[in-house]
């Protein structure tokens, strides 16, 4: 099967940090474009970030520039989204992606994204 496992979410103050982890399993998406969704209480699920096969393009929702960074190291299977200056309005459970055909372009359409992760939740304090 198939899986991708996010970890890292947590209970952090406004201003902090978090690095969330996300690894697959079953299969490599090396060749796939990567993404991170947020969905919160009573609202839709939102693209946050994405990055392409090789890493050399990434993809900001206008929320997170600047604060967010994603990254990827297709080695080890594994994409992560570095958090800083959260805000009470980052708090959502967190979910990784992997878009379902080799090297297209980043989305930031959920529907072009086959495998998904269980989600972490991320909660900020004010």
């Known amino acids: 099967q198939v899986q991708l496992v996010e970890s890292g979410g947590g209970l952090v103050q406004a201003g902090g940090s978090l690095t969330l982890s996300c690894a697959a399993s079953g299969r490599t998406f090396s060749k796939n474009a990567m993404g991170w969704f947020r969905q919160a209480p009573g609202k839709e699920r939102e693209f946050v970030a994405g990055i392409n096969w090789s890493g050399g393009t990434t993809s900001y929702a206008e929320s997170a520039k600047g604060r967010f960074t994603i990254s990827r190291d297709n080695g080890k299977n594994t994409v992560s989204l570095q958090m800083n200056s959260l805000k009470f309005e980052d708090t959502a459970v967190y979910y990784c992606?992997?878009?379902?055909?080799?090297?297209?372009?980043?989305?930031?359409?959920?529907?072009?994204?086959?495998?998904w992760g269980q989600g972490t939740q991320v909660t900020v304090s004010s």
């Open positions: 992606a992997a878009e379902s055909t080799a090297y297209r372009r980043i989305s930031s359409l959920g529907a072009e994204y086959d495998y």
